[in-house]
Nanobody, 124 residues
Framework: QVQLVESGGGLVQPGGSLRLSCAASGLTLDYHTVGWFRQAPGKEREWVLC????????AYTDSAKGRFTISRDNTKNPVYLQMNSLKPEDTAVYYC?????????????????WGQGTQVTVSS
């Protein structure tokens, strides 16, 4: 049984940083493209960034560029989302998702596996 588990969310002040982790069981994340999505209350789930299988591609939404970084550790599991210079508008539930193919799509339905999400709240 495949399971993705996010961790590292919490409450942070504007301008602060958080590092989210996405760990997998039942599959090898190194062989999968991993994306991070977020969903704020009353809004649709939106793609934030991703790293392709084989690490050939990393892609970011405009709001994440220069502030967020996606990476894998040496063991390729888990995948990290480093978030710096956080803003109140970054407040959302953050989800990691995985797919077998190497491209980095932005649409949620193209991902096969999902975590349960972790809450990130940016507030003073």
């Amino acid at each position: 049984q495949v399971q993705l588990v996010e961790s590292g969310g919490g409450l942070v002040q504007p301008g602060g940083s958080l590092r989210l982790s996405c760990a997998a069981s039942g599959l090898t994340l190194d062989y999968h493209t991993v994306g991070w999505f977020r969903q704020a209350p009353g809004k649709e789930r939106e793609w934030v960034l991703c790293i392709s299988r084989n690490d050939l591609i990393t892609a970011y939404t405009d709001s994440a560029k220069g502030r967020f970084t996606i990476s894998r550790d040496n063991t390729k599991n888990p995948v990290y989302l480093q978030m710096n210079s956080l803003k109140p508008e970054d407040t959302a539930v953050y989800y990691c998702a995985a797919r077998s193919y190497w491209l980095c799509p932005t649409t949620p339905y193209t991902y096969d596996y999902w975590g349960q999400g972790t809450q990130v709240t940016v507030s003073s």
